[in-house]
């Protein structure tokens, strides 16, 4: 083996790879990174040391085909952090709490289980903060716009930070001592820290946000007269719900939340406590009762089956795990005497959501509860909106424009759960977003093609890997989904969803293959997006009855050598071999390609 420059190993990478790996290279360099490069029988090996273990590892084929890159953990968090916080303005928030419907998505779990995707980003966030913090800047001043947000809840926080990244003048205006909303307020210690709010407060600092605290806004139109040229509304969903009681006293959940957080030896519930509700804060509600002086036994009260609690699975267990005691199928009427009252329910037919309906079989239960707590329905604050001339729908949410989220007030936006009810932290953030683009564009994407392996065929190899000890082999789970999917192709029992090469296309594109498939829908319920590949995909069919019979899109080859294309709802008649035929040119090229080199497939 002998030893090569970097500039005779750059010319082993593939062209429109060679941008990337020298900024990389500087990087790394720059963090003190010792580079050692090495030419092999197979092409080049490029290896990054710090301290003597490996930080990173490059092995490029001389045929330009970049092979390998993987980082250990040894250190590559700040520009994980960088690459994270590009989209994510709140990555200690949703790396501690998050629910993390990605893992519900991952197709991981069709082999062992999800990887841990928010377990991954804490980590990245946790390693990278210190590195990253003092490098971060807003970009140079947007003129024109100056943008009031009127709370610093994770909507709040998270549509300044992404502004005042890209140079807007932007303030926070929170009615309490402290940013964090919600999560900071009401959400107990026990599930996320007060520091890892901190780090994202000081990160959505870094970017040029002013914060004024203890600041409650009722006036949208004396903001204007400030001086701001938007606003943005992201008040939360701290308005009191109900279960309706007939009789008897209800502890509001929020209220409650906030006593045990700040001043639990305030609060003196009895020995018997219960929670009416099935959703995650009736969850923190359960298990932060739990956890107070005098308390014996906790109850969770729903009308539902555990099955239909809206609760995500992790909170759920965490619960059982903390002792909470499950009541199901019991819709309370009332508590006098320390006795709540419910009415036995069974489950009916499915309602508009697909949960089964609960109906009264005429029967009642009693639970003991010295104090319930109703953990049901917070709303959004009504009165702000129509005060300041928003218009609001049928359960008082205002409405807005679903792509900017803009009110009916010019320059007056609505996100977090202040515009679509209690909802999630990356809800939270991907409204706040929307707004943002809305008030002064950023690319989103920058990074989205960093996700790509230019090895097409690495991220399949995995397929066959299993691991029988998850957390031990994390960093090597992933199946590489930005780079191929093809799951449909791997699921169908009749090999009918076929991956065709088509000449200059990066990916394989996915054809169906009408005569071969039994529609048994195995496609659609492994898809990770939510299609149906036997309906959704280009399809060939092998007759013209087939075509005719069906409402998928795709094409048939005819007698006398043309092609017939169902294309947008409309059908005609083209010689795909001829370029200038008026087919939609990548998909000619995928017909083109089927006929060259899966003449097979045809019937």
Known sequence: MAKTSFNEFLLAVAPEHRVFVEKLNDKLLEQ???????????????????????????????????????????????????????????????????S????????????????????????????????????????????????????????????????????????????????????????????????????????????GVKVELNTEVKNVQALFAQGFTHVILATGAWQKGSAGLEYGEERNVIEFLEAAKKAPDTLNLGRHVVVIGGGNTAMDAARAAKRLPGVETVSLVYRRTRR???????????????????????????????????????LGAPDATGRRSPVDTGRTAEVPADTVITAVGEKV????????????????RAVVNPDTLESSVKHVFVVGDGQKGPG???????????????IHPFDADAWVEQNVNPDYQ????????????????????????????????EVCPNRANVAVRVPGMRQRQIIHVDGMCNECGN???????????????????????????????????????????????????????????????????????????YAYLLG
């Open 32 to 98: 003190g990174c010792e580079l050692v490069i090495k030419e092999v029988k197979s092409g080049y090996t490029a290896t990054y040391q710090l301290e003597k273990k490996t930080v990173m590892n490059w092995v490029f084929r001389k045929t330009g085909i970049w092979a390998r890159i993987y980082g250990d953990n040894a250190g590559r968090y700040e520009e994980a952090l960088e690459v994270i916080t590009h989209r994510n303005a709140l990555p200690f928030i949703t790396g501690t709490i998050c």
């Open 100 to 207: 993390h419907r990605c893992q519900d998505k991952c197709m991981r779990n069709a082999y062992d289980e999800s990887v841990y995707i928010r377990a991954q980003k804490l980590k990245a966030a946790e390693g990278g903060f210190e590195a990253l913090l003092p490098k971060l800047r807003p970009a140079a001043p947007a003129a024109g716009r100056r943008v009031a947000v009127v709370g610093g809840g994770p909507g709040g926080m998270s549509a300044a930070y992404f502004l005042g990244r890209s140079g807007v003048d932007v303030t926070v205006f929170e009615r309490w001592d402290a940013l964090g909303g919600i999560v900071r307020h009401v959400i107990p210690a026990f599930r996320i820290p007060g520091e890892a709010i901190d780090n994202d407060v000081r990160l959505m600092e870094a970017m």
């Open 308 to 346: 239909y609690m809206p609760a995500d699975q992790e909170e759920l267990e965490l619960a059982l795990a903390d002792g909470v005691e499950f009541r199901e199928l019991l819709a309370p009427v009332g508590v006098r005497d320390s006795v709540l009252t419910c009415r036995v329910m069974e």
């Open 381 to 396: 604050d009504t009165e702000l909106y129509t005060a300041n001339g928003l218009s609001v729908d049928q359960r008082g």
């Open 424 to 438: 999630t932290v990356v809800e939270a953030i991907a409204g706040a977003a929307k707004a943002a683009q809305a």
């Open 458 to 489: 690495k991220p399949l190899a995995k397929r066959g890997d299993v691991c029988t000890d998850c957390a031990s082999c994390e960093d090597s789970r992933c199946l590489g989904c930005a780079t191929v999917c093809e799951t449909c192709t």
């Open 523 to 597: 496609c659609a319920t492994f898809c990770p997006y939510d299609s149906r590949p036997y309906q959704d995909k280009f399809t060939l069919f092998w007759s013209a009855d087939d075509f005719e019979n069906s409402r998928n899109e795709g094409f048939l080859r005819l007698e006398d050598g043309r092609t017939r294309v169902r294309l947008g709802g409309q059908v005609a008649d083209y010689d795909v071999s001829d370029a200038a035929c008026g087919l939609y040119d990548p998909l000619r090229r995928l017909i083109c390609a089927v006929y060259e080199n």
